[in-house]
């Protein structure tokens, strides 16, 4: 049941077309005005192109068109009511002309404004993404540890088979989880001694600046901000959650899979107090703890990624 949910919510556009397509199939069969039964037509089409980009927009028309002349082959005399059948003909072309026009132009300009949005968001990510590594220039030991999260949980994501968009966010995620950290004393961070509850209290919420910082930017990284906000949260299996499911269900994806390359990357870099593990016992670390701190797919994924990149080493 959780898979179809999933699936669903994935799908949801290209599924809300074809239902769309499949009411004005239905229209066709029960309404003998042609102009409505074509009308209907326009429905899908849009929606398609509104929704999904210029070529499913067109896939749409196409397939519309099919259908009609199905129809038109089944039952012609509701589709050639003219004097002439050239009128007829010229009456269903100019239609279907109209129909692929009208998908091309809006998806089109879905196309555009997509690749508007996706420029202004490079842009902010560029200039958050300067913001970090200066953050990490005033501390040696995190030197190039957003870069190589970021990596890692791209690859995790890929290994997951998540989609191209899901994979996009989790990669400026990972370039941009400690962004919070740039509120925090760049002493605080270097310190080497044991930290005060103060100190250790504002490390704690540097996830939640991060996001809050992120939202500061408006809907251009909105997919991006729960993640960062939840990267620090630990897994929970079912079993724990029995009398609180919605917690595990608000925790993203996208944060499960920080959440243990972040992790995965602090076991094997160097700090002032202590020396980084090795991979090899860096993977065990988070191979015991999956299913309590760590989701447990995304630990097969992130095993499955390591041990293909420690064979080459």
């Given at each position: 049941?959780?898979?179809?949910k ?7 556009e ?35 192109a509104?929704l999904l ?5 067109l ?5 519309s ?5 199905v ?27 109209f ?21 202004l ?8 993404e300067?913001?970090?590594?200066y953050?990490e ?20 994501a ?6 191209r ?11 941009l ?21 103060e ?13 809050m ?7 251009v990284l909105k ?11 630990y897994f ?16 993203p ?31 065990e670390?988070?191979m015991v703890?999956a ?6 797919q ?5 095993k ?10």
């Amino acid at each position: 049941m959780e898979r179809f949910k999933k699936y669903l919510f994935k799908n949801f556009e290209a599924i809300l077309v074809f239902v769309v397509l499949v009411s004005a199939a239905f229209g066709t069969y029960f309404f003998k005005d042609l102009s409505i039964v074509l009308n209907f037509y326009y429905l899908p089409v849009l929606v398609g192109a509104y929704l999904l980009g210029r070529r499913s927009g067109l896939l749409t028309a196409i397939l519309s068109i099919l259908l009609v002349i199905v129809f038109a082959t089944i039952y012609p005399a509701r589709f050639f009511t003219h004097n002439t059948l050239l009128q007829d003909i010229g009456r269903l072309s100019s239609w279907a002309g109209f129909l692929i026009l009208a998908s091309i132009t809006v998806g089109s300009l879905y196309e555009m404004n997509k690749r508007q949005l996706y420029d202004l968001q490079n842009a902010y990510v560029g200039i958050l993404e300067i913001l970090s590594k200066y953050l990490e220039s005033t501390d040696r030991y995190t030197k190039g540890h957003s870069v190589r999260v970021s990596e890692l949980a791209m690859e995790i994501a890929i290994a997951m088979e998540l989609n191209r968009t899901d994979v996009e966010n989790i990669r400026v995620a990972g370039l941009l989880h400690d962004i919070g950290k740039v509120e925090v004393s760049g002493e605080i961070l270097r310190k080497a001694a044991n930290l005060t509850t103060e100190e250790r209290d504002q490390i704690d919420k540097h996830a939640e600046k991060g996001a809050m910082i992120l939202s500061s930017v408006g809907s251009v990284l909105k997919e991006v901000v729960p993640i960062v906000m939840a990267h620090h949260e630990y897994f929970s299996s079912n079993e724990n959650f029995k009398n609180d499911t919605i917690k595990e269900r608000e925790t993203p994806i996208g944060a499960r899979i920080l959440a243990v390359a972040d992790s995965f990357d602090a076991m094997t870099t160097d700090r002032p107090y202590r020396k980084g593990m090795p991979p090899w016992q860096a993977r065990e670390q988070i191979m015991v703890n999956a299913g309590k701190q760590f989701d447990p797919q995304v630990v097969e994924a992130f095993k499955r990624v390591l041990d293909k990149k420690l064979e080459t080493i």
